[in-house]
């Protein structure tokens, strides 16, 4: 055929008419152009081949342009209608993406005068074609045709597109029953990629699915949905999911109704998973506070058209879906997507707020009441830290029963007790995020209206939880401190009562024991002699811990020893107190310095202050008592040992706590500092009289002016005389320091 005169010449006049285009200045060349090129088609309608049909076609698409009149438009659909009637339904099928790309791609933009003319071309030219050979254009053809079905439904283009993607599955349908590729499913797969891939035409795609499935089910019920969904499952979800986050709230709507009325959850016609991802993304629409929106949520929910609560259906279908569902909203690593952290919260609160009976609510509330807990932890720090707080609050008073959070925390706690394994350290990180979120949410929720019984639950369950972190095997000290401190926060709210008194003397004994176990185990390590208390913890940390715990007993002491006054026997070495021998074992047995010197603090605070809840007659037991063992004497000694040069960083304390012992002991405390500073060997006095005279000079700079030590003076003034030269250069040298100090 290409060897023939007359194709030649047909080339040749093709060519001079493209030509002509070029020379085009305005519209109205345009229709010459395009006359010119029917005539010359008219003249060798002959041949099925159009010679530069690659170059025609372009020229075209270029005359469909929107901004041009519609009059050049129908004058290129005339071209088409002609090139398509001369090229054939077999050639078309092989230069499908010659000719289709323009005539596609302009359907969308095309006026009402010009829509009609296109679909006449594609149900002329198009639907005719073989299954097959319709294959490569399938998505590009629906998704032209889905661009008319925008338009209001009832309109005549409207109503040809929708027959015409009738006719297109009924030839789908009746082609798989003959050959073994499943092109029904690829033209189901088209329209879903149509709603994923292309919000513009969203609405369209998802209201013929809606379309199809109802008229497929009245078709054959049993193969339904097989052929919509089970084949593409993934991507059924995934564009359902694209609709609910579309910014249009007609594809929201559309995506709801299309799932309330297609694909509920007595269907089964997804696996819970895929339910359970669809309803966590369509919870979030339940924010925008749409009524038109929220009545179709409720309807899927409901399994109902009218939005009623049908009980049976709901706690059948729809319970454990949405409970999954919620709880999967809570996930920290899903919430950085939401605009508002607050959201998921947000979705909470409108769920009870609905028409759902006190029960179902009561249902909901315990089992998404961890997660929230959690989530509400997750965010007490950033930006949106107050919104979620203040939707947590707003959602607290709707949750029944009223002591859910506080049965929760409880509950946690008593699991974690039940699983705990002292043997290793594997847990310590989500152990110490149960107590972070213990103590948030606490700090968040205490009122003084809060029944009590609930904060000695919690107090008797962290204790616990603290008893078996500080046996542990490798106990982990930041942990034990913030479990501490907030046993201490929680205790100091529960009132002191007569119906407590019995409740608060077993905390002290558990927090007592606690307290015995922190000082052997971890004070003075003696479980494990190759483990170093640094190994535990950060040595400052350390410090703080050991404060805490006894400070705890202390308040713990001023508490239960109060109520027992009366009742005590005689005081005697043995009816002390343990917490008060465990604070004395570290005043005289350990070798960290702070931690000394802080013992030595908190014992004298115990015999000195009636705040402190320890019996007066035993306080006054340990400070006057001179029988087989003195309190007092051997503090004395210990205070007196830290005055080395070694031991500098303490000097200022030190003074400060043999100030305090000497107003409590004047007799005792005078008689130790002779014994020293008259002490037979040599050295040994030399030495005192050093340490006199640096208590001397510390006492001056501390600014106390009561006039204590007087025997230890006398002395320093005898030493100026004696015949020892080192004593007698120390007494000089104390005495010559103290008049400079006092001319300053």
């Not at 041949?47 to 004058?75: A, D, F, M, W």
């Not at 929680?490 to 077993?506: A, M, R």
């Not at 047995?589 to 908190?602: A, G, M, P």
């Not at 030590?709 to 030493?719: A, I, P």
Request: proline share 3%; net charge negative; glycine share 2%.
């Amino acid at each position: 055929m290409i060897k023939q005169y007359k194709w030649k010449y047909f080339r040749d006049a093709i060519q001079s008419a493209i030509q002509l285009f070029d020379k085009s200045r305005e519209w109205a060349d345009l229709i010459k152009c395009l006359k010119q090129l029917v005539q010359v088609l008219d003249r060798y309608q002959q041949y099925p081949l159009i010679p530069e049909s690659l170059t025609v076609s372009k020229r075209l698409s270029q005359c469909l342009n929107p901004n041009l009149p519609t009059g050049v438009h129908i004058k290129v659909l005339e071209v088409y209608d002609q090139v398509l009637k001369q090229v054939g339904h077999q050639r078309l099928a092989l230069d499908l993406s010659v000719w289709s790309g323009g005539l596609f791609a302009f359907l969308p933009y095309a006026s009402l005068q010009a829509k009609p003319l296109v679909m006449d071309l594609l149900e002329r030219y198009y639907l005719p074609l073989p299954v097959p050979a319709l294959v490569p254009c399938m998505t590009a053809l629906i998704l032209s045709v889905l661009s008319v079905l925008e338009e209001e439904s009832g309109g005549e283009v409207s109503n040809r597109a929708r027959v015409f993607l009738d006719r297109m599955l009924g030839k789908m349908s009746a082609v798989e029953e003959l050959e073994t590729t499943n092109y029904l499913n690829m033209f189901y797969q088209c329209l879903w990629k149509c709603v994923l891939l292309t919000p513009q035409y969203r609405v369209a795609a998802i209201g013929y699915l809606t379309h199809v499935i109802k008229k497929r089910k009245l078709e054959n019920a049993e193969q339904f949905p097989l052929e919509v969904f089970a084949q593409n499952t993934q991507l059924v979800v995934s564009s359902v999911v694209a609709s609910l986050h579309d910014p249009s709230i007609l594809a929201q709507r559309a995506a709801l109704e299309l799932l309330s009325t297609q694909i509920t959850f007595d269907a089964n016609i997804l696996d819970k998973q895929c339910y359970q991802v669809l309803l966590r993304n369509s919870l979030l629409l339940l924010c925008k506070r749409d009524l038109s929106i929220n009545r179709r949520l409720f309807q899927w929910l409901f399994g109902n058209t009218a939005s009623q609560f049908d009980p049976d259906y709901f706690s059948k279908h729809s319970l454990a879906v949405l409970i999954d569902s919620i709880r999967a909203l809570m996930k920290s690593e899903d919430s950085e997507r939401y605009g508002d952290a607050s959201q998921p919260l947000t979705v909470v609160l409108l769920l009870l707020q609905a028409d759902f009976p006190i029960t179902i609510q009561s249902q909901i509330s315990c089992s998404v009441i961890e997660s929230m807990l959690y989530y509400l932890h997750s965010h007490l720090e950033g930006a949106d830290s107050q919104n979620v707080v203040d939707s947590f609050l707003q959602l607290f008073p709707l949750m029944e029963p009223k002591s859910i959070v506080w049965d929760c925390l409880i509950s946690i706690l008593k699991e974690a007790n039940n699983c705990s394994n002292i043997t290793t350290s594997d847990n310590d990180a989500q152990y110490l995020q149960l107590i972070d979120l213990v103590g948030g949410v606490f700090s968040i929720l205490y009122s003084e209206k809060l029944d009590h019984i609930l904060l000695i639950g919690l107090e008797v369950e962290l204790l616990k939880f603290l008893h078996d972190r500080t046996r542990s095997q490798k106990p982990n000290v930041e942990i034990i401190e913030t479990s501490l401190l907030l046993c201490i926060n929680i205790f100091t709210k529960i009132p002191c009562t007569d119906e407590n008194k019995s409740i608060i003397e077993q905390i002290y004994t558990k927090v007592e024991r606690i307290f015995g176990l922190f000082v052997t185990k971890i004070i003075f390590n003696k479980e494990d002699e190759h483990q170093s208390t640094s190994a535990v913890m950060e040595h400052s940390l350390f410090n703080d811990v050991f404060k805490s715990a006894c400070t705890f007993m202390t308040i713990l002491l001023s508490k239960t020893c109060q109520e027992c006054s009366e009742s005590v026997s005689p005081p005697t070495i043995t009816n002390i107190p343990k917490f008060v021998s465990y604070i004395f074992k570290c005043c005289m047995e350990h070798e960290d310095l702070h931690v000394v010197v802080f013992s030595i603090e908190t014992f004298l605070g115990l015999v000195t202050k009636q705040e402190c809840g320890l019996d007066a007659r035993i306080q006054q037991y340990i400070v006057r008592n001179t029988n087989n063992f003195n309190h007092l004497e051997h503090i004395i000694r210990r205070l007196w040992s830290l005055l080395t040069p070694e031991t500098a960083l303490v000097h200022f304390e030190a003074v400060k706590l043999l100030v305090e012992i000497h107003g409590l002991n004047r007799k005792l405390c005078n008689s130790i500092l002779s014994d020293y500073m008259l002490d037979s060997n040599i050295d040994v006095k030399v030495e005192a009289h050093r340490r006199f005279a640096l208590i001397w000079r510390l006492i001056d700079e501390l600014g106390i002016e009561t006039r204590v030590f007087d025997e230890g003076m006398f002395l320093m003034l005898d030493s100026i005389k004696s015949d020892d030269s080192n004593l007698r250069l120390a007494g000089r040298s104390w005495l010559i320091s103290w008049i400079i100090q006092e001319d300053v």
